[in-house]
């Protein structure tokens, strides 16, 4: 009867006082960039459901328009407001930091896909079906290719509109990528925009099996990168009691004071340290592009439409480095020792493997996928850097690339033959001839790629390799410089093949596309030149934003 009375006061003690769990404190004012397209991009999955068809296009693309430049608005009144200086913190319990890098990256991740969006919404290209314009991506997802079905989606005309909402969520998660400040935001900031990149590398008009092998690759490739940081992930917590990067940072350097009874046995143990690390770092590089992580970058950029490789050869470098250097400045600061050899070969293995492999490619998306590659071995030169001006300088590097590269490809989209886009290299002879204002273009972005003088090319590789030297990474500087000379071949190859070699009677014809995608290009133009020639402003603007909160 004693246990009984005993369980019975118990409830009565319960009852009397409530278990309170606290309310998350969220700061949605910090967090509106990410907040606003995430919501558009719901917004726009509704809009998908109810909307009759013939409407969507237009609202669609509004919407998207809209809440980029909202979201790019909310990023501009966060950094006047101070919080990339002198406000910057940690907000939403300690899950994102709002700080200079953060902020930077968001501005540049939703200019980019602003840019990218004009060209998602091309619809001059491609030659009428059925009366119909269309734009480049299939009719009907879910068709069978070449099956009565898509044959019947592309008489009725119709579109594939859910582009919009799907390029929105995966941009949402770009913006929470660099700022994530436990890994297990991180974590989940990645599968929330690779998810939307898998479906959309699927959807191309033309050569649909060719961008669904792309889809498959991109998708098994990116799950083994995914269980890899999973994995590392655990291995970090089993450290350090902790997954938020602050908690890592203090057990890192101070070793395991206060210990957790429940990971007694593992906490401090530098083995899991540096394993988890590792396999961190693994993850990251795949999403990066660098080498051996790469494999996946050539077939997936040949494959995916042309658009869609343009955005995310753009935007994802600059969510996936931001991470990149959160993660090693802020969480592994005590481990430089250690990571720097690694990264030494890392960096050097990309530089030299995308500049070599790029000469041998036939195919311009593909030349363009191992540039990438070896841009990505530039940039690593200013991550190893370990200084303020490292990070300045990536910052400023992956902002002038990213609008250089969806410029190129953008171009790309312009010429064609009867089976749509050209990107054979061997179609390209002459084409300065025939339409010597896109040759022009082209070449202007081939030779900011190449790093030549008054284009931001140039400006970007100066400034990592000078934080890189500066740093006592000069063998390093060295190596950049000779893949630089090896790349710098390819790209005057084809601009030599565009403009000193005669046209083919039957070569490409240079589409005349709407004024979104000569805007598109227009602004890739405009920022490869005036971060060329008067680059100073954007250097002191990547400067203030390079210190990290801690």
Known sequence: MSSVASVHSLWTIAAEAPARIPAPKIEYAQLAPALIVLGAAVVGVVLEAFLPRRSRYHAQLLLSVLALAAGFAAVVGLAAGGFGTSKA???AMGAIAVDGPALFLQG????????????????????????????????????????????????????????FPIALFAVGGMLVFPAANDLLTLFIALEVFSLPLYILCALARRQRLLSQEAAVKYFLLGAFSSAFL???????????????????????SDGAKQIDPALADTMGNDALLLIGAALVLMGLLFKVGAVPFHMWTPDVYQGAPTPVTGFMAAATKVAAFGAL??????????????????????????????????????????????????????????????????????????????????????????VR???????????????????????????VFLLAFAGIPLTSGFTGKFAVFKAAAESGAGWLVVVGVLSSAIAAFFYIRVIVL?????????????????????????????????LGVAPQYFLDLAGQAGVFVR
């Open 89 to 91: 913190k940690i907000t």
């Open 108 to 163: 540049t991740i939703l200019l980019v896909a602003l840019v990218a969006t004009f060209t998602f919404a091309e619809r001059r290209l491609d030659p009428a079906a059925h009366g119909k314009k269309v734009d480049s991506f299939v009719a009907q997802a879910a068709a069978v290719p070449g099956g009565e079905a898509e044959q019947a989606a592309v008489k009725a005309g119709f579109t594939t509109t859910e582009v």
């Open 230 to 252: 999973l994995f590392g992930i655990a291995l970090l917590y089993g450290y350090a009691g902790t997954v938020t990067y602050s908690g890592i940072a203090q057990v890192v």
């Open 325 to 414: 250097l959160r993660l090693l400045y802020v969480v592994l600061p005590g481990l430089r020792w250690d990571w720097r050899p690694v990264m030494w070969g890392v960096a050097i293995v990309t530089m030299l493997g995308g500049a070599i492999v790029a000469i041998t490619q036939t195919d311009i998306k593909r030349l363009l996928a191992y540039s990438s590659i070896a841009h990505a071995g530039f940039i690593l030169a200013g991550v190893i850097a370990t200084n303020k001006d490292g990070i300045s300088s990536v910052l400023f590097y992956l902002a002038a690339y990213s609008f250089v590269t969806l410029g190129a490809f953008a171009v790309v989209t312009l």
């Open 417 to 443: 033959d009867a089976g749509g886009e050209a990107t054979q290299l061997a179609k390209w002879a002459g084409l300065g001839r025939r339409s010597p204002l896109t040759a022009a273009v082209f070449a």
């Open 498 to 530: 565009m403009f000193f070699n005669e046209p083919k009677a039957d070569g490409p014809t240079v589409a005349v596309p709407s004024p979104l995608t000569m805007t598109a290009i227009a602004v890739g133009v405009v920022v490869t030149l005036v």
